[in-house]
């Protein structure tokens, strides 16, 4: 099978044709770029990937990281990967001139980070940790902090890691216990234990920074009284020498998949000389890890959306090559065998993985952008920016990572018997997607906080700003004959989902809090659907003024592919809302009011 798990026309399209990523460059921090300059990056990550990180996909599933006297062994792979990151200024692209970066758009850095994910997953997820964590300091930190340690992890020497859970306080924060005390020297004394740390140990790096939350003696309880640290592995001594900062690496766990990277247990503080440095000030922790959060969350949906798209080009290429059985019509039984691609129930499979493979990307791209514009657009579209940003992160983590695992599934199920054995790479898709819907917020805590929190801020103005960009986008579709239906379907459905969402708010208001939210997750799927749907309006409706005057016989199937997977879209997948809406209408509260007892034997 050929080696492709990504397709640059397609990226090419979204960042061009549909979110016109050349204008960001009129923005002044951007304006040292132009289109060469971003094609040049992209190419450069695409032999990146295609070099280093696809011919290693299988072998560092095969040869996970394993634990030694403390230290965690890795693939020689990551440390030749973040070298080449480093040199080649791949961490800290995005960062000011200030700090050493070069001030790229994480839209084009998006599209990258698809195309490393796509060929190799878990190698790609070093890199990206360790520019969250430095760009956290950047954001935050003294000047003495980010001379200590933005270079060395932009140079990809030191590795960056977010450490917040702990055995008793996963998604509730509140319960954080890691303490840290006060000293009189500029640095404070840390002890406690995080789990699920992401790379928070390995021989792929000279030393490991971890960006860790913790609570200072006295500090307020709950959420209020948490602070955000620098805790590094192997703290700076006078000079350029440094030292062991009593932290240390107690475990690995053994996962399903995503098996290249080590997710550690860490212990601080044994022998009570574990110094931790304030990030930012006291009690503000929770504040600024949000920041390097909520752009996780939207990383977890592109890491979701990556794996995905590898999946379905890998059955496409498949069902291209295999020959099996004839036409459902042909009536002579030794006619030449066609290849699986030609069946129906085939076809069915493939627009449904492409229909959520290029719906996440365009909804991924489409936050990136947000994100672009609330660091460096005009002052005055910043907060509406950041408030369509607020809304969508949720759908943005969730709709890639639960459908990412079916779109897996079916490009599995492509394949038949040899997709189940690992002679080809389906069946380890499939198990490295599975992490998406846990980390960094599970599905359940998505559902809670777009319900909860996204639909309710501000009296509702990020969902009216949500419900005016989807309506605007079923105007402009509208000049296309091609999608007429597609613009009526939606607008019935933005008619239902504001239907249902008011019913919801009247129980919230009637301080029915339980019942309100007893159903938040099914209502993230149904407006995630509703979303894609947007998000496929929006690229048919490119792809029709683009048909208009095309020539080219290659361009004009991809934007007639453009089309009928927007028609697949509306005709299969969002007919599911109504069931949905029926379910949420419906507030009996039966998993409310069930008794846990019920559930034993």
Known sequence: MAEIFV?????????????????LCTLPYFSDHDRDIFDMILETGLALASEELYPALASMDKKAPVLESGSVRVSPVVRELLQACGEGGWIGAG??????????????????????GAANYSASVYPVLSTGAAQLICSFGSQELIDAYVPNMFAGLWQGTMAMTEPHAGSSLTDLKTRATPTKRGYYLLAGQKIFISCGEHDGVENVVNLMLARIEGAPAGVKGISL???????????????????????IYHKLGYRGAPITQLEMGEHSDCRAWLVGEENHGLRYMFQMMNEARVGVGLGATAIATAAYYASLEYTKERHQG?????????????????HADVKRMLLFQRAVVEGSLSLIMYCSKLIDQVHAGPEEGRERHALLLDFLTPIAKTYPSEMGILAVSTGL???????????????????????????????????????????????GAAFKLFLGKVQQSIENAKKHEALQAECTQL????????????????LAAAGKTDLFLA???????????????????????VAEAALANCDDEADKNFYLGKRTTCHYFFRYELPKCSALATRLLQTDGLTVKMDVGLFED
């Open 229 to 251: 640290f620098v805790v590094p592995k192997l703290r700076p001594t006078t000079g350029s020498g440094l030292e062991p900062n009593d932290v240390v690496c107690t475990g």
């Open 326 to 342: 004839r036409p459902i019509m042909a009536k002579e039984p030794t006619a030449p065998q066609v290849p699986i691609i030609e």
């Open 519 to 541: 159903d938040a997750t099914l209502y993230l799927e149904y407006v995630g659907i509703i979303t894609m749907a947007w998000q496929w309006l929006l690229q048919a409706t």
């Open 7 to 23: 397709s640059m026309r397609n990226l090419n399209f979204l960042l061009y044709e549909v979110l016109n990523t050349e204008s």
């Open 491 to 506: 607008s019935d459905a933005l008619v239902q989902l504001q239907n249902v969402t008011g019913e919801l708010l009247n």
């Open 95 to 116: 960062a000011s001139f200030q700090h050493g970066g070069q001030q790229l758009p994480d839209t084009l850095l998006s599209a990258v980070r698809l195309i490393l």
């Open 413 to 459: 199920q492509c394949l038949g018997g040899y997709g189940y054995c690992d002679e080809f790479p389906l069946e380890q898709y499939y198990r490295d997607a599975r992490i998406h819907p846990i980390h960094e917020g599970t599905t359940g805590i998505q559902g809670m906080d777009l319900l909860g929190r996204k639909v309710t801020m501000k009296n």
